[in-house]
């Protein structure tokens, strides 16, 4: 393994899509890589920005749908480039409004048609309904997984991504099938704000270790301190806890 241990995060968009604190996700990551002693360097792409060439986890958030239509030029140019990624392997979670726009496209209540950059199997539609509240939803790779949605996009998935969980309190992703979120590869999609990394660890290092293996060949913590270890297990119980007594 190299002795660099530097892991990049890289934010798309943090200007237009990062709503309902979706930047915690990005705070998660970078402490819980500082625990398991890597060096985390977080950088920001914006519309317009040159894409770095050492990017190594890749975060998006949600927005309005008027910040999906200022990014949707940017976003197409930026669609070969993240499609390789995507590919390759590189670890990404993207949240509501990039999880719509990284499948086939967004079509608005009002008919606007945005496309999105297909690296996802899956056709978002808005609703007349909007979806909000808390949402306990179960995944067979990560357990509980707990979260807030807000949102009038009804998602449905196509035969090329696998839900990421099956909904048991809320919505997820649409009114219909009972499912929340997607994968593909190493792409993790969810509708859930609040922020998900926050009180879903096992998400946080699953992305860690996607990225360690993927760059150094292994996934290799060396904690500071048991201290470390100690803080980090009761902020995620905790999250948790509190997730798990909110109401719908």
């Known amino acids: 393994m190299s002795a660099d241990r530097t892991i990049r995060i890289l934010q798309l968009y943090p200007r237009e899509m990062n709503i309902y604190g979706d930047?915690?996700?990005?705070l998660v990551l970078k402490q819980r890589l500082k625990w398991y002693g890597y060096s985390p360097v977080v950088e920001e792409y914006n519309a317009g920005d040159e894409f770095p060439?050492?990017?190594?986890?890749?975060?998006?958030g949600g927005g309005q749908d008027s910040g999906q239509v200022v990014i949707q030029q940017d976003l197409q140019q930026l669609a070969p480039t993240l499609r390789k990624l995507a590919d390759d392997g590189l670890p990404m979670l993207v949240i509501c409004g990039l999880y719509q726009l990284f499948g086939k496209f967004f079509k608005t209540h009002e008919g606007t048609l945005i496309p999105g950059i297909g690296i996802l199997?899956?056709?978002t539609h808005g609703g007349d309904v909007r979806l909000i509240g808390n949402v306990l939803s179960v995944s067979s790779e990560f357990g509980e997984i707990h979260g807030y949605e807000n949102h009038s996009g009804q998602t449905f998935l196509g035969p090329g991504v696998e839900p990421l969980a099956e909904v048991r309190k809320g919505e997820?992703?649409?009114?219909?099938?009972?499912?929340?979120g997607a994968r593909y590869k190493n792409v993790v999609a969810s509708y859930l704000h609040g922020s998900l990394l926050p009180k879903n660890p096992?998400?946080?290092?699953?992305l860690i270790e996607q990225a360690a293996v993927r760059k150094f060949g292994s996934f290799a913590?060396?904690?500071?301190?048991?201290?470390d270890l100690a803080d980090l297990s009761k902020l995620s119980?905790?999250?948790r806890q509190?997730?798990?007594q909110r109401p719908r």
Not at 172 to 180: I, P, Q, R
Not at 202 to 206: G, V
Request: aromatic share 4%; proline share 5%.
């Open 23 to 26: 930047w915690g996700n990005v």
């Open 53 to 60: 060439s050492d990017v190594d986890i890749i975060v998006g």
């Open 121 to 123: 199997d899956l056709e």
């Open 172 to 180: 997820g992703n649409n009114t219909k099938d009972s499912t929340e």
């Open 202 to 206: 096992a998400i946080a290092d699953f």
């Open 221 to 227: 913590p060396v904690p500071r301190s048991e201290e």
């Open 237 to 239: 119980d905790l999250a």
């Open 242 to 244: 509190h997730a798990g």
